[in-house]
């Protein structure tokens, strides 16, 4: 009796373990091919990155952001991601993660503030895909916020935003 329970138990987690890996790594929309946006809106609070052609959503996408969301970035090293109006101004070829769109912070308003403190405001802030070689955690990588200040997404997200995105595309980071 004790083996045929331990027998299902197996089985009832390796299922769960199948559910949980689909989950991670099905993607429930698309965005229409040849779709241009002309505007991002990431709001930290609800962990959302809206893509925009005018006032039309193209398409919605949760993400991770920086170890300690709450808060405009201060200075580098703080974990925030920034708040205010930027813009994609390149894309980093030579990325630890699975591609990536470089945001152009900091700006004047946060230099200013930076050095007033004596700090250095940071840089760096991209939207990426996962770490290199942890594609296999899909989705699950947004259960905890993880990044140095970043927006991360899924590995199919990245690419599907970096061929709707080009550079100069605004975009405005809430809290």
Same mark, same amino acid.
């Given at each position: ?12 987690? @390796? @299922? ?10 099905? !993607?429930?929309?698309?965005?229409? !091919? #040849? ?13 959302? @990155? ?45 990325? !630890?993660?699975?591609?990536? @769109? ?20 940071? #840089? ?43 550079? #100069? ?7």
């Amino acid at each position: 009796m004790k083996t045929k329970t331990v027998r299902i138990l197996i089985i009832v987690v @390796l @299922l769960a373990l199948i559910g949980l890996f689909w989950w991670a790594h099905h !993607s429930s929309s698309q965005l229409a !091919s #040849g779709a241009t946006a002309d505007s991002i809106l990431v709001e930290k609070a609800a962990r959302t @990155l809206t893509l925009y052609q005018g006032t039309n959503v193209l398409q919605q996408y949760c993400v991770a952001l920086g170890r300690n969301p709450v808060g405009d970035k201060e200075r580098e090293g703080d974990k925030k991601t920034p708040e205010g109006i930027f813009a994609i101004d390149k894309r980093k070829l030579d990325s !630890s993660f699975h591609l990536a @769109l470089h945001v152009s912070y900091p700006d004047d308003t946060h230099t200013a503030k930076a050095r007033a403190k004596g700090v250095s405001p940071g #840089g760096d802030i991209m939207i990426h895909g996962i770490r290199n070689g942890l594609s296999w955690m899909g989705k699950m990588h947004r259960w905890v916020d993880w990044t140095a200040g970043c927006i991360a997404v899924t590995d199919w997200e990245i690419e599907e935003i970096a061929k709707a995105v080009p550079d #100069g595309t605004r975009i405005e980071i809430r809290p």
